[in-house]
């Protein structure tokens, strides 16, 4: 496992440095005398050049392995970053986030499907998830608060520098750390099974989630099937999230410094990292723990929208707390329905999903945020989502493309 240790440590780097942003994107942007309407296309420009970056990494993955994927997302992000540092004005900023969308599409689903392939059964690839999970969320924790604090302290030029810098290095370092062994999926086979031996012997009965695959083991069936509908999830709940943090700059509170509105991201992180720490939900369906999650993700919206009597604070301790819950569950239902030969495919297929949302929420919250609550505009994403996913469905299973 001295391969994870590694990759944990890169990810908590990246995701530190890309945490880090949230808070200070939205006032940097302001400082350029950019409107609240554009800074939304700002956001969205970002996920949406994630899709031809997904979809390219989907089968390049697959096919030259993710340590490389890996590097060359983290180097170019942070040369990308750096050359932030001297924009001038809202539509370089523009182009600088659209072109960083893209190079930084590679990262995740490289960095999945290393993940997906060090399991050795589907008990240790549910602990490998939520370890990303944990990494994701502990650097969520620290880093809006130190992005804002390097702003107060530094200003937004020396601290995109630094932040670049950092990407960079930690590129650099990876070269080192990575090691990848590339061996050939074969049908029914797991990198880390006997043939014909899913979970070292370990039977149980199919549940729910399992239903959509022949034998829902870690790489036992190739033709292994994902229903569409699945993916409303992911796209309703980044939708949610990019609102979130297209809107939380620009509440009154955060507006009083940049450190307050970095605090607030992190109330957040501090949610899904109580809810990461409770190891026993592992033991539940993953797909029971996604439906569930994003009901109460959902609620958590509508109560923003309606102004519930809870303290700002709360409400994301909350929302946070939700997330916690659906990240690794996904990513686990995803793994255990797919087979290792095209974990690629099918965590590029999350990333895209994942890329749409985020591009609508925030350019849906900057077009009719003077009309509607822009929470309501997430609680109704994400409602429509569940409604979609219903059991009945979910066993409609369509397969992955080759």
């Not at 955060?254 to 109330?267: D, H, P, Y």
């Not at 539940?284 to 958590?300: I, K, V």
């Not at 974990?343 to 999903?353: A, I, K, N, P």
Request: glycine share 10%; hydrophobic share 55%.
């Amino acid at each position: 496992m001295k391969t994870a240790i590694w990759l944990y440590l890169f990810m908590f780097v990246a995701f530190f440095d890309l945490h880090a942003q949230y808070p200070i994107l939205t006032p940097f942007a302001l400082s350029l005398g950019a409107a609240p309407t554009f800074i939304g296309w700002i956001m969205g420009v970002y996920s949406i050049t994630h899709l031809p970056g997904n979809l390219l990494a989907g089968v390049w993955v697959d096919r030259y392995g993710s340590k490389w994927f890996i590097l060359l997302s983290l180097i170019g992000a942070g040369i990308i970053l750096v050359y932030q540092s001297t924009v001038t004005n809202p539509w370089q900023l523009l182009w600088i986030r659209s072109i960083s969308g893209f190079i930084l599409a590679f990262l995740s689903p490289a960095c999945m499907a290393m993940l997906a392939k060090l399991a050795r059964n589907r008990t240790q690839q549910g602990k490998l998830m939520a370890g990303n999970g944990l990494v994701h969320t502990l650097a969520s924790v620290i880093s809006p608060a130190a992005g804002a604090y390097l702003v107060g302290k530094f200003g937004f030029t020396t601290s995109f520098l630094f932040l670049g810098w950092a990407l960079i290095g930690i590129g650099l370092l990876a070269m080192l750390g990575i090691r990848e062994e590339r061996t050939p999926a074969v049908a029914g086979e797991h990198p880390g099974l006997p043939p014909h031996a899913p979970g070292h012997g370990h039977s149980h009965a199919p549940s729910r989630y399992e239903a959509t695959a022949p034998d829902a083991s870690i790489g036992t069936a190739d033709n292994g099937t994902i229903p569409w509908l699945f993916f409303g999830i992911p796209m309703a709940i980044s939708c949610s999230q990019g609102i979130l943090f297209f809107e939380l700059p620009l509440m009154s509170a955060a507006k009083q410094s940049i450190l307050t509105s970095g605090l607030l991201f992190s109330m957040v992180s501090l949610g899904a990292l109580f809810t990461l720490s409770l190891l026993f939900l592992n033991r539940f369906s993953p797909f029971a723990r996604t439906a569930s999650g994003a009901l109460a993700l959902a609620l958590c919206f509508f109560g923003l929208s309606v102004h519930w009597p809870l303290p700002i604070a709360a409400s994301l301790f909350l929302v946070g707390m939700a997330k916690g819950i659906i990240f690794p569950a996904m990513a686990t239902l995803l793994a255990t329905v797919s087979s290792a030969s095209r974990y690629g495919r099918v965590f590029s297929l999350l990333s895209v999903s994942f890329s749409i949302g985020a591009f609508i929420g925030p350019v849906l919250a900057g077009q009719l945020r003077t009309v509607v609550s822009p929470y309501f505009i997430a609680f109704l994403f994400l409602m429509l989502a569940l409604l979609l996913l219903a059991p009945q469905k979910f066993r409609t299973a369509t397969v992955l493309p080759r």
